[in-house]
């Protein structure tokens, strides 16, 4: 079965530093690759995907993430932070479940605090 | 613009009630499913449906039902709820082609 690892529950950083997120994966199959956001009070929001070609994968707000097939690997990156970048952050993988159906496996997810 | 409404934002219950958690999508998706999202264990899969009257279970289907009557509306049922089964549910509905999974606002159940 499919399963994905984040590596920190909770990252505190001060605005302006540079983030990276962890994120591994098990399956050894064609897989689409997800970050989610989810900020305080709100619903899950897509932040970026990968799907095929470039590995490197731009989202909203400034994230990107690489998507590192001989790793197993799709970490989320941003240069500078802001304090609205205050959420949680998941990991997600989308790979084949059984015969013509697929499934999509979250992270536990990434508390992230920016202190202003 | 892309839909997934769900019926209740909170509720509470009590131990040993049946509870019906509803969701709506005006996608025409196919596939639907029911998550729930507890602090440190991220989302877990309960049940998907991939059809009107299709169903599947997912990681954690115990003490959960389904039903799937239109393409539209995908229900969450606890038979007889407990405690344990407080949490946020959430419903998602995936596009086919990328996967990308858009979901509801979510529903706080408290079970007392």
């Known amino acids: 079965a499919q399963s994905v690892s984040q590596h920190n529950h909770h990252v505190i950083l001060s605005e302006a530093a540079s983030l990276e997120l962890g994120c591994n994966y098990s399956y050894g199959g064609t897989v689409n690759l997800f970050w989610y956001v989810q900020y305080p009070g709100q619903h899950l929001q897509l932040l970026l995907k990968y799907f095929s070609g470039d590995p490197l994968v731009k989202g909203i707000k400034g994230f990107e993430a690489e998507f590192i097939k001989s790793k197993f690997s799709f970490n989320l990156r941003k240069p500078s932070v802001q304090w609205s970048d205050t959420a949680e952050y998941f990991c997600?993988?989308?790979?084949?479940?059984?015969?013509?159906?697929?499934?999509?496996?979250f992270g536990k997810g990434t508390k992230l605090s920016v202190i202003p | 613009d892309v839909k997934v409404t769900q019926s209740s934002r909170y509720l509470v219950k009590r131990t040993g009630e049946k509870v019906f958690l509803e969701c709506v999508q005006d996608?025409?998706?196919?596939?639907m499913f029911w998550y729930r999202q507890d602090p440190g264990l991220g989302l877990r899969l309960i049940y998907f449906s991939y059809d009107v009257k299709m169903k599947e279970k997912g990681d954690i289907p115990e003490g959960y039902s389904v039903s799937r009557e239109k393409k539209e509306r995908f229900s969450l049922i606890l038979e007889s709820a407990s405690t344990n089964q407080t949490s946020m549910y959430l419903c998602a509905s995936p596009e086919l082609l990328t996967y990308e999974q858009y979901f509801g606002p979510g529903t706080r159940l408290t079970v007392t």
């Open positions: 996608m025409d998706h196919e596939n």
């Open positions: 997600a993988v989308n790979a084949r479940r059984g015969a013509g159906s697929y499934q999509l496996t």
